[in-house]
């Protein structure tokens, strides 16, 4: 019996050794990160340096020495020599990192980041740029969820005192992992259906402006051989395009953006642009940009601006010439009737689906010939279309594509089906219960490519 007594009392005070103990933040980074961050011949040191608990710690006087890139050429591959007043991680995902993945969390604050001794790449475009020589300051905080698929940057923060300062917060959907793919994975992602692609959830941005903006923007145009007024006056212009049949509430939030940029030598304030669409959008939903609305219903965006002036949109949009004869990405599209299948008009700008294939696909009209056909591009497409427009191969645009809903799957209906991002010819085969899929055959197929689709994803055409 004593024996089991002195053998359980040993054991007890070998686990509570610091060889069983549980490491804190600073002994995590110092065994698992710190030589990743020495290889190839660079180095971090730091003068003083403290435990934030288990999964975080704090570091003063921190200078990082980043290798020479070995495949620049020899008068740029130099070291350069970072230097760090104070980093706080108070959260990170230790256990990635050690296995050399990208972290799916951290939660960090970096003050005071200067480069040192010989000028470095960054300091010379700063300097070109007329940006001062000041200290930056960045705040970062995020999480990946492989299992969801989800990527929330919760904050991003990047500030140059005196100059400016950046928020960025944002959430995707359809992110598997921040590693970057294998390659064998690359042929499976090019085949991948666009309601596939990564999203967008919500988006912030915050951006507070000192004279940053103003030094940017001019040095920048000047290196172009143009002047800034001539960029920000076709920024103005965009926007201004996207005015046309627009609601009074996406007129208020179009102001606030042409106000903003025609104050850009003298921002009168931060300015707030945040999307909170009511689904995640993606990039196949940016062609929606020009409905009417759409802003609103479909991206859920928002503007703040302190020196919004009303009509600052309008009043740009009055001076531009007509675009009717000219070909352009900004030109507001004819409104449309849904389930109208009249021949549409030949105006540079304006949206439409196309017969091509024996699909309806969408596109925008680039402009008129001389003969009375019809330039356009497919999304999609690389190269334009020329084609005569005519009621059997056009239809006037909508947001919820050409014709009108499918309201019920009945057996032997003419119906239209969404795949592929074009309006597939298709006939129903068998009724279908409300809220089960509805059996669709496409024309010109193989029973083989049958398939059973959500009646959301069908419409019909109503021709006279």
């Not at 290798?67 to 104070?86: C, F, H, T």
């Not at 209906?413 to 010819?425: F, I, P, T």
């Not at 049958?450 to 009646?455: F, Q, T």
Request: hydrophobic share 45%.
């Amino acid at each position: 019996m004593r024996e089991a007594i002195a053998a359980t009392t040993a054991a007890l005070l070998a686990l509570s050794s610091p060889a069983f103990a549980q490491l804190n933040g600073l002994q995590r980074f110092e065994r698992e990160i710190k030589p990743q961050l020495e290889e190839d011949g660079g180095t971090f040191t730091y003068d003083g340096a403290a435990a934030l608990g288990p999964s975080g710690f704090v570091l003063n006087g921190v200078r990082v020495t980043v290798p020479a890139d070995k495949n620049a050429s020899p008068a740029d591959s130099k070291p350069s020599r970072v230097g760090i007043d104070r980093l706080t991680v108070e959260d990170f995902d230790f256990d990635g990192a050690a296995r050399k993945e990208p972290p799916r969390f951290a939660r960090m604050r970096v003050d005071g980041v200067k480069s040192i001794g010989e000028e470095s790449g960054l300091d010379k475009l700063m300097r070109s740029y007329g940006i001062p020589d000041v200290a930056l300051n960045v705040v970062i905080d995020f999480r990946q969820d492989d299992q969801r698929k989800v990527f929330a940057l919760n904050r991003l923060e990047v500030a140059l005192p005196g100059q400016a300062r950046l928020e960025l917060s944002l959430t995707l959907d359809g992110v598997a992992s921040l590693a970057p793919p294998p390659a064998a994975d690359a042929a499976a992602k090019d085949a991948a259906k666009p309601e596939d692609e990564i999203k967008l959830r919500t988006a912030t941005i915050l951006y507070e402006d000192a004279s940053l903006l103003g030094r940017v923007l001019t040095a920048a145009a000047h290196e172009q051989g143009v002047s800034p007024d001539d960029w920000t006056r076709e920024a103005a212009e965009f926007l201004a395009l996207l005015s046309a049949d627009q609601p009074p509430e996406v007129l208020a939030m179009l102001d606030a953006l042409v106000s903003y940029v025609q104050d850009w030598r003298q921002p009168k304030g931060p300015i707030r642009v945040a999307l909170d669409p009511p689904g995640s959008i993606g990039l196949a939903d940016f062609d929606k940009l020009f409905i009417a609305n759409a802003i609103r219903v479909v991206f859920g965006l928002s503007v703040n601006y302190a020196g919004t002036r009303a009509g600052a949109a309008a009043a740009i949009a009055q001076t531009m010439p007509k675009r009717d004869a000219k070909p352009g990405p900004g030109a507001a599209p004819a409104r449309a009737t849904p389930g109208e299948t009249g021949a549409v008009a030949c105006r540079a700008g304006v949206r439409l689906f196309v017969l091509e294939d024996g699909a309806w696909w969408p596109a925008t009209v680039r402009e008129a010939t001389a003969s009375g056909r019809c330039v356009l591009r497919i999304d999609g497409a690389d190269d334009d279309a020329v084609v005569t427009l005519g009621a059997a191969n056009a239809l006037p645009w909508s947001i919820d594509g050409p014709g009108v809903a499918a309201t019920a799957c009945r057996k032997g209906e003419r119906v239209l089906v969404l795949s592929d991002g074009a309006w597939h010819r298709a006939r129903v085969k068998a009724d279908a219960r409300a809220g089960r899929p509805c059996p669709v055959h496409y024309d010109d197929t193989d029973d083989d490519d049958d398939e059973a689709v959500e009646l959301k994803r069908m419409r019909v055409l109503r021709r006279s």
